[in-house]
C-alpha cells in the first residue's frame, strides 16, 4: 500500500490539481490526497497516518497541532521564504520540478522503503562509441522516448558535455552528481532517484553531472554499482545509458549492459578506432562485451534543424523511423 501525500492550501483547486499531477507519476512512492479544508484534514488523520503534508505557508501552525503528519513541507508563495523548523518549497514553480524539489526534501524512514522492489530485474542498455560526432545523444534521447511507449524507461546521461539542458530548454537544479553524492552517504533510495529524475516527451532522464570535474571523479566501479542498485530496484523495465568517454575506468559500465548499441560512421579514421576498441577489450579480457555489441550506421540529421526542434525532428524524422524499425528485428545492427 502508497503512503499517503497530503496537500492542503487555503486555494483548493491548487491542491486539488497538484494532487492530480502528483498521482500520475510513477515513480514516487505516494498516493497523493487533497483537503478543502482544515476539517477534513485533521478528521482523515485520526484515522489514517500521513506520511508527508504538504501546506500553504499562510496556514498557522497552531491549526497543525491536531494534524498527524511525520513530516510537514511548507508551500510558500516567495522564493525567498525560510522556516527553521520545516522545510519551504516555491509552490508557483512548474509541478515537476516543484515535485523533484518535494522528494529532494522529503525525509524517507530507511526501514520503510526496501532495498529493492518486488519485480523484473530491469534490462540495461548501452550506448557508445569510440567515433566521435557519430549522433549518439540523439539517438539515445529518441531510443528512449521510443522504448517508453511500450517499456518505462529511464536515460541516464555520462556524458561530459551532452547538450541536454539546451536541447531540452531545462535549467537543471539536480543531477548525476547529486544521485552519486547520495550513494556515497549511504542515502540512495528511489526517492532520492526521483528528486532528480527530468521528462521530456514521456521519457524519465537524469541530467549528465553539472561540470565535467564531477564525473572525472567518478569510478567506474561506483557508477556500475549505482546503476545495478536502480535496475535492481525495478521501477523501470529498461535503463537507457548514454555512455561518454571509457578512458577514466569506465568499462565496468558495459559489464552491466544486456546490449550496446555502438554507432559508427564509414569512413577510414572511424573504422581504425573501432578495431582499436575491439582489439582493447580483447587484450584485457573483455573480449565478451564485443558479442553484445550492435554496430549502427544511424541516419544522418538535417543540418539546418534548430536546436529548439531538434529532439523532436530526430523522433519524428528518419531517425525516429530507424528505431523503430531496429526494435522491430528490421534493422537489427551488424556485427564486423
Avoid at 58 to 81: G, M, P
Avoid at 87 to 93: M, N
Avoid at 161 to 175: Q, V
Avoid at 250 to 271: A, G, N, Q, R, T
Wanted: glycine share 6%; charged share 25%.
Amino acid at each position: 500500500m502508497k503512503r499517503i501525500m497530503g496537500v492542503y492550501d487555503v486555494d483548493p483547486f491548487y491542491a486539488d490539481r497538484f494532487a492530480e499531477f502528483a498521482n500520475q507519476k510513477e515513480r514516487i512512492p505516494f498516493t497523493a490526497v487533497a483537503f478543502t479544508s482544515m476539517e477534513k484534514l485533521q478528521t482523515f488523520t485520526r484515522q489514517r497516518a500521513i506520511e508527508l503534508l504538504l501546506v500553504g505557508d499562510d496556514v498557522e501552525k497552531e491549526l497543525l497541532a491536531d494534524v498527524q503528519a511525520e513530516q510537514i513541507i511548507r508551500l510558500s508563495e516567495s522564493r525567498e521564504a525560510f522556516d527553521q523548523e520545516q522545510p519551504v518549497v516555491y509552490k508557483y514553480q512548474a509541478s515537476d520540478a516543484l515535485l523533484r524539489e518535494v522528494m529532494a526534501c522529503y525525509k524517507a524512514q530507511p526501514e520503510q522503503i526496501p532495498l529493492t522492489a518486488v519485480g523484473v530485474k530491469s534490462t540495461v542498455i548501452g550506448v557508445y562509441s569510440p567515433i566521435n560526432r557519430c549522433g549518439k545523444t540523439g539517438f539515445c534521447m529518441t531510443l528512449g522516448q521510443i522504448l517508453e511507449r511500450d517499456s518505462h524507461t529511464l536515460l541516464i546521461s555520462l556524458e561530459e558535455h551532452s547538450g541536454l539542458s539546451r536541447l531540452t530548454g531545462t535549467a537543471y537544479a539536480s543531477s548525476l552528481s547529486d544521485l552519486v553524492y547520495f550513494y556515497r552517504q549511504d542515502e540512495y533510495t528511489r526517492i532520492r532517484l526521483g528528486a532528480v529524475v527530468h521528462n521530456w516527451g514521456g521519457l524519465d532522464y537524469v541530467p549528465p553531472a553539472a561540470y565535467a570535474e564531477d564525473l572525472a571523479e567518478m569510478r567506474g566501479e561506483e557508477l556500475a554499482e549505482l546503476i545495478a542498485r536502480i535496475a535492481a530496484d525495478g521501477v523501470y523495465e529498461v535503463v537507457v545509458l548514454d555512455l561518454g568517454c571509457l578512458a577514466r575506468g569506465m568499462e565496468p559500465l558495459l559489464e552491466i549492459c544486456d546490449l550496446i548499441y555502438s554507432p559508427i560512421k564509414e569512413d577510414c579514421v572511424s573504422s581504425a578506432k573501432l578495431e582499436a576498441w575491439q582489439e582493447y577489450l580483447e587484450q584485457s579480457g573483455r573480449s565478451h562485451i564485443w558479442e553484445r555489441v550492435r554496430l549502427l550506421k544511424l541516419p544522418r540529421p538535417n543540418a539546418v534543424w534548430q536546436t529548439e526542434t531538434y529532439l523532436e525532428q530526430l523522433l519524428w524524422g528518419d531517425m525516429g523511423d530507424f528505431i523503430r524499425n531496429l526494435l522491430k528485428g528490421q534493422n537489427g545492427g551488424y556485427r564486423s
